[in-house]
């Protein structure tokens, strides 16, 4: 069973352009996470989605926006990028039912970097 | 709000030492505790977790027990190996409809031959 995946691996911009994630959650899995991870800051949790829908945000401006097309995969798209943007991030999905409703399976992560 | 501390690192030992990382909680309610492991350059794996209190989570050689009363999650391995250097998160996810996890800064291992 293929695992969470994400692209592109690397991503570099520079500040004022706009940044586009991928995410393809593990199949049967309905919810999308994305979390980001810089430098000094742990990681922070971004956006939930599920059944395409938002379902929460974390502490982030609203140039952090996403969504989950039919097939339950994700995009996360960033603009107005500022160098404090530059991070790993995460995408993580689960099922919507079941014995493993309540665990997170995380991807490989997109590395941004803003020059 | 929900909040996780953990030992900061790094932590370097020798192969065959005695681990063991402590993480506290605050949270409501009752959360699911969960430890994840880091390897260089990649996402995160779960280790291992627990849902409710005096649950053992265990894999490959590591434990920890959710202590209500101490509102601890230790993270503990009898013998380390070279394979075990990565960095070790203690999460929480508190529920309540919000799905999100709360991580600790993480713990950066380093064990040494």
């Known amino acids: 069973e293929a695992g969470v995946t994400q692209s592109p691996t690397h991503l570099i911009k520079t500040r004022g352009q706009q940044a586009t994630l991928r995410c393809s959650p593990i199949?049967?899995?309905?919810?999308v996470y994305w979390y980001q991870q810089a430098l000094g800051l742990g990681l922070q949790f971004l956006l939930w989605y599920d059944e395409g829908e938002e379902r929460n945000r974390g502490n982030f401006p609203p140039r952090f926006s996403g969504r989950q097309f039919p097939n339950y995969s994700s995009e996360l798209n960033v603009n107005a990028l500022e160098l404090e943007d530059s991070a790993l991030y995460l995408c993580a999905s689960s099922p919507r039912e079941g014995r493993a409703k309540n665990i997170q399976y995380f991807g490989a992560g997109t590395r941004l970097s803003v020059l | 709000g929900d909040s996780v501390t953990q030992m900061e690192g790094p932590v370097t030992l020798s192969e065959e030492a005695f681990l063991t990382i402590n993480c506290t909680y605050t949270?409501?309610?009752?959360?699911?505790l969960f430890w994840y492991v880091q390897y260089p350059g990649e996402g995160l794996q779960l280790l291992l977790k627990a849902t409710k209190a005096d649950d053992k989570g265990s894999n490959k050689g590591f434990e920890a027990t959710y202590r209500k009363e101490t509102t601890s999650f230790h993270l503990e391995k009898g013998s380390v190996q070279v394979s075990d250097s990565a960095v070790y998160f203690c999460a929480l996810l508190s529920g309540a409809g919000s799905y999100q996890l709360t991580f600790g800064k993480g713990t950066k291992l380093s064990v040494i031959p």
């Open positions: 949270a409501t309610g009752y959360p699911s």
């Open positions: 199949s049967g899995h309905t919810s």
